[in-house]
């Protein structure tokens, strides 16, 4: 049993140490880890991919930062995620780690490609 949590923890482990230095290296990884951020959160109840629900696709989202360096894209995206849009439904994520917002981020921009 003490070799089974010792590997488990090895297991685990290791895949930090991949996952970690390749957050920022690899944004296909990210965008994919962003949509299961976004299901887990339930974005998914106001936002459809490509139907705009109570609030726009995230396709339509994506396409108005088109004409956007990728970076300030991102950094508005994750500027509305977290503090949300006043006076809508859009609510703040206050709490929502820096990563997670990263990773959502790449993964609503993905879908422009
Ligand atoms: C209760 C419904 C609701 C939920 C849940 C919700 N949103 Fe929204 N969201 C909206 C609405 C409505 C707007 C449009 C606000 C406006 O009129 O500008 C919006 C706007 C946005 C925008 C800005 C769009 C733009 O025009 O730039 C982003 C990005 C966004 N949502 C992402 C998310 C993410 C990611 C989540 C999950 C963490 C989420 N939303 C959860 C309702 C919601």
């Given at each position: 049993?003490?070799?089974?949590t010792l590997n488990t923890f090895a297991a685990i482990a290791a895949t930090l140490a991949i996952?970690?230095?390749a957050a920022h290296?690899?944004?296909?990884?990210?965008?994919?880890?962003g949509k299961l951020l976004?299901?887990?959160d339930a974005c998914f109840t106001c936002h459809g991919v490509s139907a705009a629900k109570i609030g726009p696709s995230f396709e339509d989202i994506a396409k108005k930062y088109a004409g956007k360096s990728e970076d300030a894209a991102e950094k508005a995206i994750e500027g509305?995620?977290?503090g949300g849009v006043?006076?809508?439904m859009m609510m703040a994520h206050p709490s929502i780690s820096a990563n997670d917002l990263d990773e959502i981020a790449d993964w609503?921009?993905?879908l422009k490609k």
């Open positions: 049993m003490k070799t089974l996952a970690i230095p290296a690899n944004e296909a990884k990210d965008a994919a880890a976004v299901k887990s509305e995620i977290k006043k006076g809508t609503i921009l993905s």
